[in-house]
């Protein structure tokens, strides 16, 4: 929704540079993981996923990296863009029917 | 948006009315999900189906109902709408189990309770 980018941290970079967007989640004995795009006025979109046995996952212009070791999820954005402005968040999935979600990063480009 | 419709959009209603949200996928997904979204909250699960009539609460779920008559339909009421249930509310579906698959989320209803 519209507020959903308030109390956030926000991330600035310059149009055309790379981005990391940071995530710790709370369950060592989450196995899947998940990252989320919210635009202004709608819903969370799907980025990108990563299950546990894995550390990289690369998708369109997206790297998801996974730290089991101290609870750490990044997603590396390359070549940034402005239709890339927007909240980013990460959910983790602790081996329940119930995904966790993290309240989000506001990443801002300019140009 | 992953054939997912939330209606209304926007709601506005007054203390101790009863609201219903509703929720309609084509895609045949067997897993529906409520969620809230606050600022500075993540977002916060109410309720989830896992099938035709086969719900189950989530965090937050006190003040809340939900039914699941038909595959496509999920609808979340509020049974006598209070301040603190002002949010804006999103319905997501799911494919597979639980483990194997993302959740993908509709447009969302902005309900404020006045």
């Known amino acids: 929704g519209e507020n959903v980018g308030l109390h956030l941290p926000t991330l600035s970079v310059q149009e055309g540079d790379n981005s990391i967007i940071n995530c710790a989640y709370s369950?060592?004995?989450?196995?899947?993981f998940i990252w989320y795009k919210q635009e202004s006025g709608k819903g969370p979109q799907f980025i990108i996923d990563i299950r546990s046995n894995m550390d990289k996952r690369q998708g369109q212009r997206v790297t998801v990296l996974l730290n089991k070791t101290v609870k750490h999820l990044s997603l590396q954005i390359a070549a940034t863009q402005p239709g890339d402005s927007a909240v980013y968040f990460c959910?983790?999935?602790?081996?329940?029917?119930?995904?966790?979600f993290g309240t989000g990063t506001r990443l801002q480009v300019f140009p | 948006d992953a054939g997912i419709t939330q209606s209304p959009r926007h709601k506005v209603t007054e203390t101790g009315t009863p609201v219903t949200l509703r929720c309609h996928q084509t895609?045949?997904?067997?897993?529906m999900y409520w969620y809230r979204q606050d600022p500075g909250h993540g977002l916060r699960l109410i309720h989830y189906s896992y099938g035709v009539k086969d719900t189950d609460k989530g965090e937050v779920s006190d003040g809340y109902s939900v039914s699941r008559s038909k595959t496509e339909d999920f609808l979340l009421t509020l049974e006598s709408a209070t301040s603190s249930q002002t949010s804006v509310y999103f319905c997501a579906i799911r494919a597979e189990g639980p483990y194997n698959s993302p959740l993908h989320f509709g447009n969302g209803t902005r309900l404020t309770v006045t």
């Open positions: 959910a983790e999935n602790p081996n329940t029917d119930k995904l966790i």
């Open positions: 895609e045949n997904h067997r897993y």
């Open positions: 369950n060592s004995a989450s196995d899947y």
